[in-house]
T-cell receptor, first 113, second 113 residues
Framework: AQSVTQPDIHITVSEGASLELRCNYSYGATPYLFWYVQSPGQGLQLLLKYFSGDTLVQGIKGFEAEFKRSQSSFNLRKPSVHWSDAAEYFCAVGAQGAQKLVFGQGTRLTINP | GAGVSQSPSNKVTEKGKDVELRCDPISGHTALYWYRQRLGQGLEFLIYFQGNSAPDKSGLPSDRFSAERTGESVSTLTIQRTQQEDSAVYLC???????????FGPGTRLTVT
């Protein structure tokens, strides 16, 4: 069965600093990988996805993520965070042929001014 | 275009009562999903509909939970004899058959008193 681990429950960074949110997954084959963001009181918005091909994927709002098969990881990065990036971030994995997603527990991002 | 909509946005109910939650998917999206998000936690898959195929009910936590969908339109999630542990945000998502990109609604916050 698939599983997703986001080791960091809460991260605080200063505005303008770089960001990396960790995600590790467990799945026997090549997974479909996603990062979603959830702002307070709002639904989830897709930031980026990886299905195949180039292992470095670009998303919206200046985010990128890198798929590393050897480490079973799909970490999310941003070179310079903005106060508006404060939110909850969820990593999710989907299996080929099975459309339901398995989500990690989420990482809450706080931005210091 | 219109996104996924859910109603009501908030629902407070007494323990033991039945509740119905509604989801309107994006027009043309054949797949529809229900997830539950407990406070401070990730999303738990509940049920998945794809066109006229039999739904994947593998995530429903008990027989008090059921869902229906007519064709490729509206879905309702019903919780019978609600319990306090049912308190959560219930999120609906839809996607096109050919992609795994799920678009989420704003959710229904259910509080069982």
């Amino acid at each position: 069965a698939q599983s997703v681990t986001q080791p960091d429950i809460h991260i605080t960074v200063s505005e303008g600093a770089s960001l990396e949110l960790r995600c590790n997954y467990s799945y026997g084959a090549t997974p479909y990988l996603f990062w979603y963001v959830q702002s307070p009181g709002q639904g989830l918005q897709l930031l980026l996805k990886y299905f195949s091909g180039d292992t470095l994927v670009q998303g919206i709002k200046g985010f990128e993520a890198e798929f590393k098969r050897s480490q079973s990881s799909f970490n999310l990065r941003k070179p310079s965070v903005h106060w508006s990036d404060a939110a909850e971030y969820f990593c999710a994995v989907g299996a080929q042929g099975a459309q339901k997603l398995v989500f990690g527990q989420g990482t809450r991002l706080t931005i210091n001014p | 275009g219109a996104g996924v909509s859910q109603s009501p946005s908030n629902k407070v109910t007494e323990k033991g009562k039945d509740v119905e939650l509604r989801c309107d998917p994006i027009s043309g999206h054949t797949a529809l999903y229900w997830y539950r998000q407990r406070l401070g936690q990730g999303l738990e898959f509940l049920i998945y509909f794809q066109g006229n195929s039999a739904p994947d009910k593998s995530g429903l936590p008990s027989d008090r939970f059921s869902a229906e969908r007519t064709g490729e339109s509206v879905s309702t999630l019903t919780i019978q004899r609600t319990q306090q542990e049912d308190s959560a945000v219930y999120l609906c998502a839809s996607s096109q058959r050919t992609t795994y990109e799920q678009y989420f609604g704003p959710g229904t916050r259910l509080t069982v008193t």
